[in-house]
């Protein structure tokens, strides 16, 4: 499993923790709005808004927050205006970071993160240094119960998709960005059921840290996952098990 693959499994595990902090009703409250600005608030012509009210429904958000949000995008209601920005980096031993943020201060939001990853030995760097080394894919998840790898490709295949990798507790289904609305719709059709579905970022190689340079990295992720102007970290490292697991365990 890939570096990536084994965060997003911490991440899953550390998704209760975090909605009793609010952080998932914050992020997702966040993209609802900034969704519903940029391409109105009809989910069904807006397929943006549709996965984060999917999202939101999935982490039991109160329905009155998904419309408020809603309504605070397209302008019923006033609130704050978030801008996206995207922040490149790098993290010891030259690990590339993208980090996706939605903040109402790009100065204090910049400042945070570059003082986050200088303390552990990354460096913000230039707009478009490293963004070259992932590519946008949409990705889906699925139960791996009942579902053998060979069943779940072939499925997967079937509905759109063009790669499924073992993401531990899950299948992981890679479609093209265009084709994840349509395969995530072809999947329910063949009556599987959708864990999550996501535009992503996967990195096109893997950087394998190890030692002090892997726990500055995780510290780094995890700083980052917890800044409330951060919606999404990718970064291309490759990390032994061990570390996840010590890792996961002092958290």
């Known amino acids: 499993m890939s570096g990536h693959s084994k965060w997003a499994s911490i991440k899953h595990k550390k998704a209760a923790l975090d909605a009793k902090r609010g952080q998932v009703f914050t992020r997702i409250i966040k993209e609802i709005t900034v969704a519903a600005r940029f391409g109105g608030g009809d989910p069904d012509g807006n397929s943006r808004l549709r996965t984060a009210i999917d999202a939101a429904k999935a982490a039991n958000m109160p329905k009155a927050n998904i419309d408020n949000a809603v309504k605070k995008g397209t302008g019923e209601l006033p609130g704050v205006v978030y801008e996206e920005v995207t922040y490149e980096g790098y993290g010891p031993g030259g690990v590339a970071i993208l980090i996706e943020t939605m903040t109402d201060n790009k100065r204090r939001t910049v400042g945070e993160i570059r003082h986050m990853l200088e303390k552990n030995g990354g460096n913000l760097g230039e707009t478009g240094c490293v963004g070259w080394m992932f590519d946008r894919r949409g990705l889906i998840t699925i139960p791996k119960e009942g579902l053998s790898e060979d069943a779940a490709f072939e499925k997967a295949l079937e509905a759109g998709a063009d790669d499924v990798q073992d993401g531990g507790e899950s299948w992981e289904i890679y479609t093209p960005p265009t084709e ?29 840290i190890e030692g002090k340079d892997a726990e500055k990295m995780l510290r780094i992720m995890d700083g980052l996952e917890d800044h409330d102007d951060v919606q999404n970290v990718y970064a291309n490292f490759d990390i032994d098990d061990e570390v996840f697991e010590s890792f996961n365990s002092a958290g």
Request: hydrophobic share 35%.
């Open 180 to 208: 994840l609305e349509s395969t995530r719709k072809n999947l329910i059709a063949m009556g599987i059921e959708i864990e999550s579905y996501q535009l992503t970022q996967v990195p096109q190689n893997n950087v394998k």
